[in-house]
């Protein structure tokens, strides 16, 4: 479903950081004049509102190109090859379905949108990660033909139960990692894994475009709150800009930039070379990794500059939805039990977008624009319920960074399921905000004392966003 409201223009830039222009004073708009009204199955997938014509026809090149399946070289169709050597979805839309959320596999199935990073304890390169000498920094478990495939992955959850303070008893799911069938032999004694789950691609070069002042702006009201709210910036090496920068995307803001972002995740996951990352994931332990035949035509890149150019510019550019009902009273109480359960410290509402770290993927029509993504876009030690023990950049094995809010109502109409958390572990907003524990564990403990229907108010409200 898809409906257009006729635009009312205003002066954003004139507003505030944090303000809802007037006409919106429940930030219905969630991306401001980006927003698409639409529900169902696409409701991730339009175009920015306010995008021109031409913009739009490259919006339509990207999407093709990160829906697609990439094929193995050498083949008839160079435009696609160059699948491989290892990799674990065939295309970008493999695993983020619909441009929504990927989740954990059903029993006895291999992930595929749930990947699990690799590395060993130390600092790498440009403060970044010492990926696993054999395996790399991602288990891939899937092949070309003619190459082994990393392993194996299986999942077992234990179960945990509690009581919330009116007696209404939840079970939480705790999953544990397994490798097996290992294809190149044992993985070192201290690897460290971080299983992450594919988030939604909505709203990508907004978040990108919101000013680097404000997210540090965040980092220093929170350290003056002097509760154990303690939000801290990712800093990390940005391949297409050549230099250190703030990092915002990835589950621990591992990542700087949708360019960077769409480069690596060709490399790591499909195994696509291009100019920013032009070698095959392969390590020196995997000759038959190294061996295999390239794509097109045994050159590299396996894709080029204006192709990646026109998939970096669709991420950047897919739309957040409008929020539903947002003055439903269930939702109006929910959205004050938010703010008084410190959601909102965290879950920051409202920015208002400046210029994105690479123009030239991105569009003008992002800029300016008053925006409720609900995340400070800062690093949270989240408790040892969480923790993955395994650093990314600055972030620690405890700090995830706080997930944006806005679509996650929507995650059932896209993908029909409601998984939430790095590794899809919650089978819903409740199960996602018992899991908080650390810096979040007072915003935890009041939703354990809230009564039946303020709890039912405040899930309504996050699935309003
Ligand atoms: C194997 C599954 C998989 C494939 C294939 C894949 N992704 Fe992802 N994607 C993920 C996961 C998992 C994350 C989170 C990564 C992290 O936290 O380190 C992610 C994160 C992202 C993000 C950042 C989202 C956010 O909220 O911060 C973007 C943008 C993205 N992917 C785009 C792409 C594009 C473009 C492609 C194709 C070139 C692609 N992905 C292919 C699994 C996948
Ligand atoms: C200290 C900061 C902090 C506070 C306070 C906080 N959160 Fe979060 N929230 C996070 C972080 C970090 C994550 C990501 C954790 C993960 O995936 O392991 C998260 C994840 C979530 C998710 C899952 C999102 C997704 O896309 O999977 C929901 C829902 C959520 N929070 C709601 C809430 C609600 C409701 C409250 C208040 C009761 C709250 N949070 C308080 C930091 C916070």
């Not at 609900?374 to 690093?379: A, E, F, N, Q, S």
């Not at 405890?398 to 958390?421: A, C, E, F, K, M």
């Amino acid at each position: 479903m898809y409906f257009h409201r006729s635009a009312i223009v205003l002066s954003l830039l004139a507003l505030p950081a944090g303000a809802t222009p007037a006409d919106d004073p429940l930030g219905e708009k969630t991306g401001g004049e980006t927003t698409v009204f639409a529900t169902g199955r696409n409701a991730f997938s339009f175009p920015a509102a306010n995008l021109s014509e031409e913009e739009r026809t490259r919006f339509v090149i990207g999407n093709s190109f990160f829906k697609r399946n990439w094929v193995q070289a050498p083949a008839s169709t160079t435009a696609r090859d160059g699948l491989g050597p290892h990799f674990i979805a065939r295309s970008c839309g493999g695993c983020h379905l619909n441009d929504g959320r990927g989740e954990p596999p059903a029993p006895g199935n291999q992930p595929v949108s749930l990947l699990l990073r690799l590395s060993i304890p130390g600092i790498g390169a440009q403060g970044g990660v010492v990926p696993e000498p054999t395996y790399g920094d991602q288990f891939n478990n899937f092949a070309v033909r003619g190459v082994k495939p990393e392993g194996k992955v299986s999942i077992s959850y234990r179960e945990i139960t509690g009581r919330f303070a009116d007696g209404e008893t939840y079970t939480l799911l705790a999953p544990a990692y397994a490798f097996h069938d290992l294809g190149y032999g044992p993985m070192a004694k201290d690897v460290l894994v971080s299983p992450r789950v594919a988030p939604q691609v909505i709203g990508m070069g907004l978040l990108e475009a919101i000013p680097e002042a404000e997210i540090l702006a965040n980092a220093r009201d929170q350290a003056r709150r002097g509760d154990a709210i303690q939000g801290v910036a990712n800093q990390v090496w940005d391949a297409p800009a050549g230099r250190m920068m703030l990092g915002r995307l990835g589950w621990k803001a591992n990542v700087a930039s949708v360019a960077h972002q769409t480069a690596g995740a060709f490399n790591g996951d499909i195994g696509i070379t291009s100019s920013v990352f032009a070698d095959e994931a392969c390590t020196a332990a995997q000759k038959d990794c190294l061996a295999a035949p390239r794509g097109a035509k045994g050159m590299a890149p396996e894709i080029d500059d204006k192709t990646l150019g026109d998939v970096i510019f669709y991420q950047a550019t897919l739309a957040p939805p409008a929020r539903r009902a947002p003055s439903d009273p269930g939702v109006l109480l929910g959205q004050k039990l938010f703010t008084e359960a410190q959601c909102a410290v965290c879950h920051r509402p409202s920015y208002v977008t400046g210029v994105p770290p690479h123009p030239r993927f991105s569009s003008k029509a992002l800029q300016g624009q008053t925006i409720h993504p609900y995340t400070d876009l800062l690093l949270h030690d989240m408790g040892e319920g969480l923790a993955d023990g395994r650093p990314d950049g600055k972030a620690n094995g405890h700090q995830w960074r706080t997930s944006p809010l806005w679509g996650v109502g929507l995650i059932q109409d896209v993908n029909g399921h409601t998984r939430l958390l790095h590794d899809g572990r919650a089978r819903g907003v409740m199960e996602a905000i018992l899991w908080h524990g650390g810096e979040a564990e007072a915003s935890r403990e009041r939703v354990l004392k809230m009564s039946k229907p303020e709890r039912e108010a405040l899930v309504k409200f996050v699935e309003s966003l």
